[in-house]
């Protein structure tokens, strides 16, 4: 099922809704350039859907939400934007962000704090970004296909993001995941993919000021976004739990996704019963 909410300014931010589970609810924020389908392989997953509310929303700019022209650069806009999201559940929730939408949810706590939120988990994500903010320390294969990928000709974007998707998995994805994802990120407009990049933002305090229990998790051969971002965050967030995926690139709830699923069910369930995140 989707739905939609107002996010920040009135932009329509298309949300994806699943399950029937009576635990936390769970809120999915993806990456750059992709969409809520990135978290096929979770909604189809009983263990998860027979216990748990599960929303993931499109980025505004990305899949089936609006488009604005400014915003992007703006903390308070993408946590409003959330916040709209997790008006919908009614209780709080755990947030779990993929790559860009780590710093989403950073974003989030920057302007609310953490209220609304039972626990987080970060997957992959940069929790910073620009020149030498090590919370957004990006890998070889991001590196690469910079700045081709935010390119308006066609000719030039698509095989920088083609080789970028192919380099976000050291494991075989299912079926056509990596044509959708490629798909996806060619749906986002050019001008949205740069304004993404467009910003200076420094974490430090906000991570340190993270009261919920958090999980930070990172594939160990993560060519997209570099493992030190992890633990950087990790690092800075009181009592953060880890998982540190072995022999996993970027996406490990696809790459590793019975294991991620488990893992996460487990969180979320602990959540529940009001017990920490184990270290």
Request: hydrophobic letters at 45%; aromatic letters at 6%.
């Amino acid at each position: 099922m989707r739905t939609e909410v107002a996010g920040a300014g009135g932009a329509r931010i298309g949300v994806r809704v699943a399950g029937i589970g009576t635990g936390p609810p769970i809120v999915f924020v993806h990456g750059w350039a992709q969409s809520a389908r990135a978290w096929d392989a979770q909604f189809a997953d009983p263990r998860l859907t027979e216990r748990f509310r599960l929303l993931a929303l499109d980025l505004r700019g990305h899949g089936g939400s609006d488009v604005p022209t400014r915003g992007y650069d703006d903390p308070a806009v993408w946590a409003d934007d959330l916040a709209a999201v997790l008006g919908l559940v009614g209780e709080p929730a755990v947030v779990v962000g993929w790559s860009y939408g780590a710093l989403v949810i950073t974003d989030y706590v920057r302007v609310h704090g953490t209220g609304g939120l039972a626990g987080i988990v970060l997957v992959g994500g940069i929790t910073e970004i620009g020149k030498g903010h090590p919370g957004g320390w990006v890998g070889s294969a991001m590196r690469s296909a910079l700045p081709d990928a935010l390119a308006e000709d066609i000719d030039v974007a698509l095989p920088a993001l083609s080789r970028l998707i192919a380099d976000m998995s050291v494991n075989p994805l299912p079926g056509t995941f990596a044509q959708a994802m490629l798909g996806a990120s060619l749906c986002v407009q050019p001008s949205v993919r740069s304004a993404l990049f467009s910003r200076d933002v420094d974490s430090a305090d906000v991570l340190a000021s993270i009261d919920v229990p958090t999980l930070v998790t990172h594939g160990t051969e993560d060519t997209t976004v570099d493992p030190r971002a992890g633990e950087y965050a990790a690092g800075k967030i009181p009592g953060a739990a880890t998982r540190w995926w072995v022999g996993v690139g970027h996406i490990p709830f696809v790459e590793a996704t019975q294991e991620f699923n488990e893992t996460l069910a487990r969180f979320v369930e602990e959540r529940a019963q009001g017990a920490p995140a184990e270290r």
